[in-house]
T-cell receptor, first 115, second 116 residues
Framework: AQKITQTQPGMFVQEKEAVTLDCTYD???????LFWYKQPSSGEMIFLIY??????QNATEGRYSLNFQKARKSANLVISASQLGDSAMYFC????????????FGGGTRLMVKP | DVKVTQSSRYLVKRTGEKVFLECVQD?????MFWYRQDPGLGLRLIYF???????EKGDIPEGYSVSREKKERFSLILESASTNQTSMYLC???????????????FGPGTRLLVL
């Protein structure tokens, strides 16, 4: 079974609007971390935001916030006030405590911001 | 700033050739990783290393080997390249942390390999 599922292969959003990128995960480990990365067309992976399984509050980093619903095992990324530079691939990833330092990635979502 | 560099951004090789992809990090990280990225499949772990001369298989090690002779350098080797190894290859590193599940990995710019 997929450990990380991103159901939206591609999405459009109008500039200045907010957008939510979906991520669901599957784990039986009570301690884990969830990460979002951005990959522009240049190829490098840019770390955006982190949410720990025991964190009480949803993580926020500037225009990025994570809508963490533990019971539903979802960790959706919300980008507010989209900018043209947000057009990129976005990957959700998970690290489980019992898996050491390994990250498991979802298939990614391509976000396209329309002017 | 952490810097992870990869020896080539683009590489074209022929079937059967031996291919070396080099990765260097400058932050004294213990852990290093090689992934391949294919459309719709995200990143899949090929091999990782948690110390010099140590290596562990990831999810898709077949057809690949690795070498880590120095802490800062982690090489991915395709012993006999095949067309199904055409892909984007990403290297990453991370430090050992007392909260390992919080520590992000730092990625290189990637190498786009085409095997003809």
């Amino acid at each position: 079974a997929q450990k990380i599922t991103q159901t939206q292969p591609g999405m459009f959003v109008q500039e200045k609007e907010a957008v939510t990128l979906d991520c669901t995960y599957d784990t039986s480990d009570p301690s884990y971390g969830l990460f979002w990365y951005k990959q522009p067309s240049s190829g490098e992976m840019i770390f955006l935001i982190y949410q720990g399984s025991y964190d009480q509050q949803n993580a926020t980093e500037g225009r990025y916030s994570l809508n963490f619903q533990k019971a539903r095992k979802s960790a959706n990324l919300v980008i507010s006030a989209s900018q043209l530079g947000d057009s990129a691939m976005y990957f959700c990833a998970m690290r489980e405590d019992n898996a050491g330092n390994m990250l498991t990635f979802g298939g990614g979502t391509r976000l396209m911001v329309k002017p | 700033d952490v810097k992870v560099t990869q020896s080539s951004r683009y590489l074209v090789k022929r079937t059967g050739e031996k291919v070396f992809l080099e990765c260097v990090q400058d932050m004294d990280h213990e852990n290093m990783f090689w992934y391949r990225q294919d459309p719709g499949l995200g990143l899949r772990l090929i091999y990782f290393s948690y110390d010099v001369k140590m290596k562990e298989k990831g999810d898709i090690p077949e057809g690949y080997s690795v070498s880590r002779e120095k802490k800062e350098r982690f090489s991915l080797i395709l012993e006999s390249a095949s067309t199904n190894q055409t892909s984007m290859y990403l290297c990453a590193s991370s430090p050992v942390s007392d909260r390992p599940n919080k520590e992000t990995q730092y990625f290189g710019p990637g190498t786009r390999l085409l095997v003809l």
